[in-house]
């Protein structure tokens, strides 16, 4: 694959990227880890824990003070590598939450990165500083409950909450859509000028992308309802329903996002549960 691995790429003052060798159905040509900062560095979404990109971010980073290693959540592909950074470097872990996975059994998803231990969490608005200018956590919980965004200078680094090549997997319990839509509802009041996620390219238009993705989920929703009007169906037949043609690799992901649609109408009052299936209230 022809993607720039190893490679930082400046993308405008004071921001670059690093993409991580994690290619997938899931990751898209990998992790992009970004490099914020000129004379000190923060180092959001640090990614997986391979040696070659470690390698590649130690390079990056050269001989400059690295102030943070930020995380916007704690899926593998995100921070297993904020440990041996921090191990390399000397910085503190400052982002997300980590997730108390042992209290709460069914999170434990094999997807999430149970050693990750932050020196210090980042509320919804507070900040750390680079060269002086700040960088400040968006809590966005959906995609997972813990998730943040960081803004700087009018971009918003959006993790896995806004994502540049395909829409966000919202997987229960820990995925929660009613969240992720007022997080989505969240970033269509801001004015960021750009979003850069941690897969995919920047979206150059942020408040129309959000629209786009809040026009979607609804679409999705009404899909969903329409399907359940029918006849009570079962998870998998929705899936076979409403994703006509879809990966199969992503046939578990697609039946994740239904279900969290179908937790949250429930909530609402619209659906019911009869078993293994599901049917209009
Ligand atoms: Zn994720």
Redo the contacts with the bound molecule.
Sequence with gaps: MDAPYAKLEPLEAGIGRLLAHNPSAFTYYGTQTYLVGTDEIAVIDPGPDLPEHLDALETAIARRKVAAIMCT?T?R??SPAAKPLAERTGAPIVGCAALALETVGPRADA?FDGDYQPDRVLRDGEHIEVDGRPITAVATPG??SN?LCFAYEGALFT??HVMGWSTT?VVPPDGDMADYMRSLDKLRQRDDRIHYP?HGPPVTNPQQYVRHLVGHRLQREKQILTLVGERPRPIPDIVANAYPALDPRLIAAAGGSVHAHLLDLERRGLVEREGERWTAA
């Design positions: 959540h899926h592909d995100h997807s995609h997972t998730h993790g896995d997997v941690a």
